[in-house]
C-alpha cells in the first residue's frame, strides 16, 4: 500500500473553529493514519530535514466534501431554462424532455463528466437519486438495472464515491394519478416490484454503494412507503426522500390524507437517523419537531432552490432541532459546494436581515462529514486517523482568495480555487485538473448529444 506524507500549509481539523497552520497528515492506502500539527513546540529538532519526503500542499486544505443530491442527467439543462419565465413545474417539462435521449451508453458518457467535474470542485462522494430507471415506455431494459449500473460506472471513471439511491417513483400526483408520457421511464409498477428490481442489483466496485429513495409523497402511494422504507431499514442503508420542496405538495398531501408530507412519512415509519429530506423548504413547526425527534437528516439543495423559485428553507430552526444538515447541488444550475455552503448562511441572512447564524466550521460539517454520513460513509468527510484519505487543497492565491484569512478562504472561494483533490488515497486532481477525464470536452460532447444541439 502507499504511504504519503503530506504537509498542509493550513488544514481544517474537525471540531475546530478555524484551519490550523502546518499540519502533518500521513495516509497509508485509503486510510489517514496521522495528524500531527508542527507547532513550534512539537516540530523535531530536524524537522526541514524529516519532512523534506513530504508533498507540500500550499493553501487551505478541507476534508473531502459530499454532494448528497444530485441527479446528473440535470446537468444537461444548465444555461438552457435560466433566462425564461415559469416555475417548478414548467422547468420540469423540460427536464423531461432531456429524459427522452438518455439510455445507458449516453447516461454513462454524460455521468462520467458531470462526475469529474464534481470532483474538480472538491466533491470526493456523490448521492445519486436515480429514477430513470427503464427504456421508452417504460420497457425494462435486458438487464433492469443498466441504468444503475452506468452510474456506477461514470463514478468508477471520474474517480470519485458514489452512493447510489435507488428511487422508487409509481404515481404522477398525492391522489394516484399515473404515470404518463416521459415518467413511465421512471416506475416499477408497485413497491414490491421495485424492491424486487433493485435487490438484484449489486454495485460493481469498492467505491460504491446501495441505497433508497422515496422519490416524494406525490411518487409513491401512502400504503407502499413503509415496503420501500423497510427495504432501507433491512440493509442498514441510507433513505432518502424530496420533501416539501414545494407549498402544492403541502397543500396536496393535507387535501388527500389529512396531514404534512412529513407526517406521512412518519405515520409509515420512513424518518430516522437513516433517513435524508431533500430540500424542507415549507416544512410546519410541527414538521420540524417530528424531524428533530427522529433525527431525520435534511439535505438543502439552495442554489437549486433559488434557480427553481422554490423558496428557503428554515436552516437554522432546523439544524436547533437536532437536525444533522447536508447539502447537494440536485440540478446542477451550479456545481459548487462553496456557493452551497455560504448561501445556507446567507439566505437566513436575508430572510432575518441578520447576520450570523452558523458558524463556519458548522458549514464545513454540513459540506464534508454530514454528507457523507447520510450517504452511508460514516468514515469520510473528516481529517481525522482512521477516516478515508480524501483531501481537498483549495488555494489561497487566486484572484477571489489571495489576501483572505484562511478560515474566511472557505466563505471567499470557488469551485475554481480547488487545486488537487486526494479520494481514497489517490491523486485524482492536480494543478486544478482532473489527472483521466477531459472535462470541458466530455461535457460539451455528452450534452450535445441528448440536447436540440444534436438534433
Ligand atoms: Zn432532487
Known amino acids: 500500500m502507499t504511504s504519503t506524507r503530506w ?12 484551519p490550523t497552520p502546518d499540519v502533518l497528515i500521513e495516509t ?7 495528524v500531527t500539527p508542527l507547532t ?7 524537522g526541514v530535514e524529516v519532512l523534506t519526503d513530504a508533498v507540500r500542499l500550499p493553501g487551505l486544505t478541507l476534508p473531502g466534501l459530499a454532494n448528497a443530491h444530485s441527479h446528473a442527467f440535470h446537468r444537461a439543462l444548465r444555461g438552457r431554462t435560466h433566462g425564461g419565465h415559469g416555475d417548478f413545474w414548467t422547468w420540469r417539462d423540460q427536464m423531461y424532455a432531456v429524459t427522452s435521449r438518455l439510455d445507458p451508453d449516453s447516461y454513462l458518457a454524460l455521468a462520467r463528466a458531470v462526475y469529474a467535474e464534481m470532483a474538480l470542485a472538491g466533491i470526493t462522494c456523490v448521492g445519486e437519486f436515480h429514477y430513470l430507471h427503464h427504456g421508452p415506455g417504460g420497457t425494462p431494459y435486458a438487464d433492469p438495472n443498466a441504468m444503475s449500473a452506468a452510474l456506477v460506472e461514470a ?18 400526483s398525492v391522489d394516484g394519478q399515473p404515470l404518463a408520457g416521459p415518467q413511465q421511464r421512471f416506475g416499477d409498477g408497485d413497491a414490491l416490484r421495485w424492491a424486487e428490481r433493485v435487490s438484484g442489483f449489486t454495485p460493481d466496485g469498492e467505491h460504491a454503494r446501495l441505497g433508497a429513495a422515496i422519490h416524494s409523497v406525490r411518487a409513491v402511494p401512502a400504503e407502499q412507503l413503509a415496503t420501500v422504507a423497510g427495504w432501507a431499514d433491512r440493509r442498514d442503508a441510507p433513505l432518502h ?3 416539501s420542496e414545494q407549498p402544492a405538495e403541502n397543500d396536496a398531501c393535507r387535501a388527500v390524507h389529512g396531514r404534512t408530507p412529513t407526517g406521512l412519512l412518519a405515520d409509515h415509519g420512513a424518518l430516522g437517523p437513516a433517513t435524508t429530506a431533500v430540500h424542507a423548504t415549507h416544512p410546519t413547526s410541527g414538521d420540524v419537531t417530528l424531524l428533530g ?3 431525520t437528516g435534511v439535505c438543502l439543495c439552495p442554489t437549486t432552490e433559488r434557480d427553481l423559485a422554490d423558496g428557503i428553507g428554515p436552516a ?3 439544524a436547533s432541532a437536532g437536525i444533522p444538515l447536508s447539502l447537494g447541488s440536485d440540478s446542477h444550475a451550479v456545481i459548487d459546494p462553496f456557493e452551497e455552503a455560504r448561501a445556507v448562511e446567507l439566505d437566513e441572512r436575508l430572510r432575518t436581515r441578520r447576520r450570523g447564524h452558523f458558524a463556519p466550521a458548522e458549514l464545513l460539517a454540513a459540506a464534508s462529514a454530514a454528507g457523507h454520513a447520510a450517504l452511508g460513509w460514516t468514515d469520510a468527510g473528516r481529517i481525522a486517523v482512521g477516516d478515508r484519505a ?5 488555494r489561497l492565491d487566486s484572484v477571489r482568495t489571495a489576501g483572505v484569512a484562511p478560515a474566511g478562504a472557505w466563505f471567499a472561494a470557488s469551485a475554481a480555487d480547488v487545486v488537487q483533490v486526494v479520494v481514497d488515497g489517490r491523486v485524482l486532481v492536480r494543478d486544478g485538473r482532473h489527472l483521466t477525464v477531459d472535462v470541458p470536452q466530455e461535457l460539451a460532447t455528452a450534452i450535445a448529444e441528448v440536447t436540440d444541439e444534436h438534433a
Open 7 to 18: 504537509l498542509a500549509e493550513y488544514a481544517w481539523l474537525p471540531e475546530h473553529a478555524e
Open 28 to 34: 497509508v492506502g485509503d486510510r489517514i493514519t496521522g
Open 40 to 46: 513550534p513546540g512539537s516540530r523535531p529538532d530536524a
Open 155 to 172: 463514478a468508477a471513471h471520474a474517480g470519485i464515491r458514489l452512493t447510489l439511491l435507488d428511487t422508487c417513483y409509481l404515481t404522477a
Open 241 to 243: 426522500v424530496h420533501l
Open 293 to 295: 425527534e427522529s433525527r
Open 316 to 318: 437554522r430552526r432546523m
Open 390 to 394: 480524501d483531501l481537498v487543497t483549495v
